[in-house]
């Protein structure tokens, strides 16, 4: 089993910033690429930022030059650097990660279970 648990969500006024963490843990043989995703409300969720194994990174074009996505590969943990936060940031923010695990081993992408940025005054 693999478990993702994010944290470091909260309440910030616009133009501050906030640092999510998410660490992955369990049977895990390799993580892969590794990442944000967020969901408003009545919004689908979609993709923030993303770190392939080579620390190879892609951003959504909303978040570009505001938020900064980085790894630690011997903690199985990634984090989500945010500066000069918007109100349309306010999301429920999901980790996941392409993961190797288990016995008999499979790989899938697996899911933390969100926390809540909220961006307001």
């Known amino acids: 089993q693999v478990q993702l648990v994010e944290s470091g969500g909260g309440l910030v006024q616009p133009g501050g910033s906030l640092t999510l963490s998410c660490v992955a843990s369990?049977?895990?043989?390799?993580?892969?690429?590794m990442g944000w995703a967020r969901q408003a409300p009545g919004k689908q969720r979609e993709l923030v930022a993303r770190?392939?194994?080579?620390?190879?990174?892609i951003y959504a074009d909303s978040v570009k030059g505001r938020f900064t996505i980085s790894r630690d590969n011997a903690k199985n943990t990634v984090y989500l650097q945010m500066d000069n936060l918007k109100p349309e940031d306010t999301a429920v923010y999901y980790c996941?990660?392409?993961?190797?695990?288990?016995?008999?081993?499979?790989?899938?992408?697996?899911w933390g279970r969100g926390t809540q940025v909220t961006v307001s005054s």
């Open positions: 996941n990660g392409d993961i190797n695990w288990g016995s008999p081993m499979r790989r899938n992408r697996e």
């Open positions: 369990g049977s895990i043989f390799k993580i892969y690429d």
């Open positions: 770190v392939s194994t080579d620390d190879s990174t």
